[in-house]
Structures are given as C-alpha cells and as structure tokens.
C-alpha cells in the first residue's frame, strides 16, 4: 500500500510560483506512476500533471502547459510539481494520486493523499 503526503502549498501572488511536493511511503512507489489534480471550490476535482514511474513520460492539462513542470526523485520517494506563473485561478486543493498504470493514473488513481491549499492572490 502506498500513502501520500503533500506539503508545499500556501499563499503566493499572481505571477509568483510555488513547488509542491509529495511525499510517498511504500516500497512499490518508485514502480507507481503519479499524478497531481486539483479541486477549486464549487467545482470538480480536475488532472492537472503527471509522471511515469520512471520520469520518462509526463504529461500536462491544458491549463497547465508552459507553466508547470514535473519531476521525481525515486530514491527519496517524491514527486515534485513545479508550478510557475501562478494566476487566481490556479487556486484550489492539490492533490497527489498515484497508481501502477501511467495510462491509467490521469483519470482512476488508486491512492490519494490529503491535499494541501494553494492560493494565489491577484
């Protein structure tokens, strides 16, 4: 079973950026591909960025293109997002979710952690 701890979040003005990070416990998480979605007040939880289990494959929400990146450092078992020119909107609960399927972990993760808030002023 792999558990999932998000720290890293806060609150940042409007162009300013933040890193995220998910802390992972389990020894099957270097093998778990890993996702990051997000859930804005009255609105539905929503795929922001993902990587593979080995970091070869990412992939990227449309409103996260250009402004998001996505890292991972097995050996610590973490996953870092690295969100740059932040907007209002951005604002929300990040969440981290991981799964064995890269295909998969966009959309039916099978574990999530807490989340943690990010808020950006404008």
């Known amino acids: 079973q792999v558990q999932l701890v998000e720290s890293g979040g806060g609150l940042v003005q409007a162009g300013g950026s933040l890193r995220l990070s998910c802390a992972a416990s389990g020894r099957t998480f270097s093998s778990y591909a890993v996702a990051w979605f997000r859930q804005a007040p009255g609105k539905e939880r929503e795929f922001v960025v993902a990587?593979?289990?080995?970091?070869?494959?990412?992939s990227y929400a449309d409103s996260a293109k250009g402004r998001f990146t996505i890292s991972r450092d097995n050996a610590k078992n973490t996953v870092y997002p690295q969100m740059n020119s932040l907007k209002p909107e951005d604002t929300a609960v990040y969440y981290c979710?991981?799964?064995?399927?890269?295909?998969?972990?966009?959309?039916?993760?099978?574990?999530w952690g807490q989340g943690t808030q990010v808020t950006v002023s404008s």
């Open positions: 979710a991981a799964g064995p399927s890269f295909a998969r972990v966009t959309t039916t993760p099978s574990n």
């Open positions: 990587i593979s289990w080995r970091g070869g494959s990412t």
